[in-house]
């Protein structure tokens, strides 16, 4: 997560299980559950869109950030588990 010149948004790195990763820039926080800031931590959902070689392309997305143990599973997996 790098925090931007603005110092209210953030580019935010994100890895899929398969290793491929994509930069999503944030527009606004939407949600913010058990911080009371942007650098707390908590659950946040953020309005964000999707960045390549610095340009912001595509429709806006909703982006969950939030902390979690490195030793817990990721959500990705516990959901895909929950629908077999």
Do not use: C
């Not at 935010?12 to 707390?40: C, F, H, K, P």
């Not at 070689?53 to 490195?70: S, T």
């Amino acid at each position: 997560m790098i925090l931007l010149q603005d110092g209210e948004n953030f580019d935010i790195s994100v890895r899929s299980e398969d290793g491929v990763t994509r930069t999503y820039r944030t527009q606004a926080m939407l949600s913010a559950i058990n911080a009371r800031n942007r650098l707390e931590k908590g659950t946040k959902v953020w309005r964000a869109v999707r960045v390549d070689n610095g340009e912001e392309i595509g429709l806006p997305v909703a982006l969950k950030d939030y902390w979690v143990h490195p030793d817990d599973a990721r959500e990705g997996s516990t959901i895909q588990r929950l629908r077999k």
